[in-house]
């Protein structure tokens, strides 16, 4: 288990509901040790999830976008 924090700075369960819970209905951004989740607009009607995966300090991140209607895989892809 892993700690979870949101926007907020307040400790999140580390579950997949929780998570879901705040990027929809709460701060919009779900970050832990290595990675990060968060909602982009892109415009009026497009929106964004992005999710970024640290290895370490110094190396890039690996960025991956997906479309609001794959909430869900971006979830698993963060807490993977």
Request: charged share 25%; net charge negative.
């Amino acid at each position: 288990m892993s700690d979870t924090i949101n926007g907020n700075g307040l400790n999140l369960d580390f579950s997949a509901r929780a998570i879901l819970d705040d990027l929809n209905s709460g701060s919009g951004r779900v970050m832990m040790e290595g990675a990060s989740i968060y909602m982009e607009k892109s415009g009026i009607t497009e929106q964004w999830v992005i999710v970024e995966h640290y290895s370490d300090a110094e190396s890039r991140p690996v960025v991956k976008k997906f479309k609001v209607d794959d909430i869900k895989e971006a979830v698993c892809f963060f807490m993977a």
